[in-house]
């Protein structure tokens, strides 16, 4: 019966800090299994640092890596899932460059998908982490899983090992830009949940920012959720059934005291830009959901690949750790 492979996947974007050390720290772990052969694709989103440098290295001396450059800056979505679907394991682990994601948990990862769990899903019961930054996500966690129509998995960043038909399911998806962690909920096949401290960035700063995390959000509720859609249909009702209650009560008013009634500025004011509000927020809130549909039906490539590195290769047995498990391996083969 032949070896199986297992398929690690890492996107990243200027991580000249971390890159080499994710490698070392993940053939170190394969080595020691020993019983599977292994392949290590590396995803840049055009770097504008020395990481695609260092890749290159490192693949010339180890044909076991595998590096894709795309043309552009193709976002943190697209790029992940475009290196997703070019594995060829029975299983594929996902795990970030800036070594939060423990390369040590491989192992643990590997015993559960042995003991049949289709899916082993990496959950962060620490992060070291501000406490508003913690609350925010911890919110956001709680207003997903009361929007969402399927069970969803706070704190789950999309680290874990999935089995290859789990690959394949979110293939056939074809999806141009979708909510990884929303279709692993979808899917439904067994799995397990291992829990685990995340640890500080080691090196160079995280390439999160407001509009990411914003759009990962809303990402999150309008594919996972139509209660937003729903909410604004029911606004409008409650805001409908609201302005005839005034106008009835200020008829009333009108009627009992005509000959000293008077209507004041600000309630018609603050009435004015509470029910614009309103109306912005419902636009809003369609806008997003009309901003999906556009990205389904643009039919555009996932990512456009600048050039490939060692694909040529069938994923091998790792190389023998250097005394010490520092440096990297003497380049004996060229890649193709």
Not at 119 to 146: D, F, P, S, T
Not at 259 to 275: E, M
Not at 289 to 302: F, S
């Amino acid at each position: 019966m032949p070896m199986k492979a297992i398929s690690v996947m890492t996107p990243c974007y200027n991580e000249e800090g971390n890159i080499e050390e994710v490698y070392l720290r993940v053939r170190n772990v394969m080595a020691q299994l020993g019983r599977y052969r292994y392949e290590h694709i590396f995803i840049d989103n055009q770097s504008r640092d020395r990481t695609v440098e260092i890749l290159k290295r490192i693949a010339s001396a180890d044909s076991n890596v595998k590096l894709i450059v795309n043309a552009r800056n193709f976002g943190h979505i697209r790029s992940p899932i475009h290196a997703l679907y070019q594995t060829t394991g029975d299983a594929v682990i996902g795990m970030v460059a800036d070594l939060q994601d423990p390369p040590e948990m491989i192992p643990d990862l590997i015993r559960e998908w042995e003991r049949g769990f289709s899916m082993v899903l990496c959950i962060r019961n620490a992060r070291e982490e501000n406490r508003l930054m913690l609350w925010i996500r911890g919110k956001y966690y709680q207003l997903v899983h009361r929007l969402s129509e399927i069970e969803t998995f706070d704190g789950f960043s999309g680290f874990g090992l999935y089995d290859r038909r789990v690959v394949d399911i979110v293939r056939s998806c074809n999806d141009p830009y979708p909510y990884f962690r929303g279709l692993i909920a979808e899917i439904g096949l067994p799995h397990t949940i291992i829990r685990y401290g995340q640890p500080k960035r080691k090196s160079g700063i995280t390439k999160n920012n407001f509009y990411t995390l914003y759009d990962m959000a809303m990402l999150g509720i309008t594919s996972l959720s139509k209660v937003p859609l729903r909410l604004v249909t029911f606004s409008g009702f409650v805001c409908a059934i609201l302005c005839a209650l005034v106008a009835l009560g200020y008829l009333a008013y009108k009627l009992l005291y005509w000959n000293r009634f008077s209507v004041g500025v600000a309630p018609l004011v603050i009435g004015i830009f509470f029910f614009s509000s309103i109306q912005l927020i419902s636009v809003g809130i369609l806008g997003e959901y009309i901003g999906a549909i556009y990205t389904q039906v643009q039919k555009r490539p996932m990512v456009v690949e600048r050039e490939r590195v060692n694909f040529g290769c069938e994923p091998g047995l790792p190389l023998a750790s250097p005394a010490g498990g520092e440096g990297l391996p003497t380049p004996t083969r060229k890649a193709s």
